[in-house]
């Protein structure tokens, strides 16, 4: 998976850019029954959640 953009030009204004890569401002996660979106959100709220805390494990 990933955000960057292809070689089409015609919404450039759209798009947001980053360390000179061109990126999506948003994406769709669209599929069957089934077929894993509501794990596949669960499991980045995880990784958002353990990377936010990560600070408060951190000995001093």
Request: cysteine-free; glycine content about 4%.
């Given at each position: 998976?990933?955000?960057?953009?292809?070689k089409?030009?015609?919404?450039?204004?759209?798009?947001?850019?980053?360390?000179?890569?061109?990126?999506?401002?948003?994406?769709?996660?669209?599929?069957?029954?089934?077929?894993?979106?509501s794990?596949?959100?669960?499991?980045?709220?995880?990784?958002?959640?353990?990377?936010?805390?990560?600070?408060?494990?951190?000995?001093?």
């Amino acid at each position: 998976m990933s955000l960057s953009t292809n070689k089409d030009n015609s919404h450039k204004e759209n798009l947001l850019s980053y360390k000179s890569e061109r990126i999506l401002p948003s994406v769709a996660i669209y599929g069957a029954n089934a077929a894993g979106k509501s794990n596949l959100h669960k499991a980045m709220s995880a990784a958002i959640r353990m990377i936010r805390s990560s600070n408060n494990l951190q000995i001093d």
